[in-house]
């Protein structure tokens, strides 16, 4: 018998309908008002609003219903339909309910200004409805379901449908705005990954060395670090080579610089940032 977990279901409740609102909010306020089209079937929507007063709101959830039923038919996995689907609804439900409480115009004249806000807050709202386990339907979904049916990447896919919005709000609104779309979707998935992933706290350091005793030695006594080591050949030499692998935060990467340079200053050593790390000495993984 299946039986709801609490501790799951809530923080994902409370992240989908959260999220829903505020990008709700952000339609409202930014896009509408400075005719900036957001990505996917919401783009569309604006749009029309734009040339025939149609609802927002209700052009997103029919728009949406098409592309939901869809994602049940060819990929399963009901709850990430039945998660989509409740933040559609509730997204635009709060377009359509909200707006009359609004100035029409907008929180600012300066169009610019609106189309970087537009971009945080609209990725604030997806980031917050994908940790829920849910998207805002539209490309997402419909980049999903291509992918399946014909094999085709999900950037590509996003890249294509995001470049139609701005197209048409190019040739139905006008070039300005569709210039202006493209500030605010860039924007958007800065913050929706920044959302997902927080911010970078880490570095990670791959050291290709031919004293790896010595170097792990001098990294653990100084910041406390483990490391994880393996054996190579270098293919231009063919000589043994040691690779060694350590992640640290982002204060200590001085200090890694400083200790490996004084231990094995031929050592070759790139430095990646990361966003987050899971175990040990980091964050702890979440069940």
Do not use: C
């Not at 989908?16 to 409202?28: D, E, N, S």
């Not at 005719?35 to 783009?43: K, L, M, Q, R």
């Not at 399946?148 to 890249?159: A, C, K, V």
């Amino acid at each position: 018998m299946y039986r709801l977990n609490w501790r799951i279901f809530v923080p994902r409740l409370f992240n989908t309908t959260i999220g829903a609102f505020i990008g709700a909010l952000g339609v409202i306020i930014f896009f509408a008002p400075s005719n900036i089209a957001p990505s996917g079937v919401s783009g569309i929507a604006v749009i029309l609003n734009r040339l025939i007063e149609t609802p927002i709101g209700a052009v997103i959830l029919l728009g949406n219903i098409p592309i939901l039923f869809l994602a049940y038919r060819m990929l399963g996995g009901l709850s990430a339909v039945l998660w989509t689907s409740y933040a559609v609804l509730i997204y635009s439900l709060a377009i359509d309910m909200l707006t009359p409480f609004f100035p029409t115009e907008g929180v600012s004249q300066n169009i610019l200004l609106n189309a970087i806000f537009a971009g945080v807050i609209g990725g604030f709202a997806g980031g917050l409805i994908l940790r829920g386990g849910g998207t805002l339907g539209g490309t997402s979904t419909l980049a999903r379901i291509v992918q399946i049916r014909f094999g085709i990447p999900l950037s590509s896919t996003g890249l294509y449908v995001n470049i139609l919005v701005v197209g048409l709000a190019g040739v139905f609104i006008n070039w300005e705005s569709a210039l202006y779309s493209l500030v605010a979707l860039m924007m958007e998935g800065i913050v929706t990954d920044y959302i997902l992933e927080g911010p970078s706290i880490i570095r990670t350091a791959t050291i290709i060395t031919e004293h790896p005793q010595a170097v792990s030695q001098a990294i653990f006594d100084h910041i406390q670090r483990g490391i994880t080591g393996w054996e190579a050949t270098g293919m231009y030499t063919r000589q043994p080579r040691h690779i060694l692998f350590v992640t640290v935060s982002r204060p200590q990467i001085v200090d890694l610089q400083r200790i490996v340079a004084q231990t094995d200053p031929d050592a070759f050593v790139v430095i990646s940032q990361g966003h987050i790390a899971y175990g040990k000495g980091f964050k702890q993984i979440s069940k």
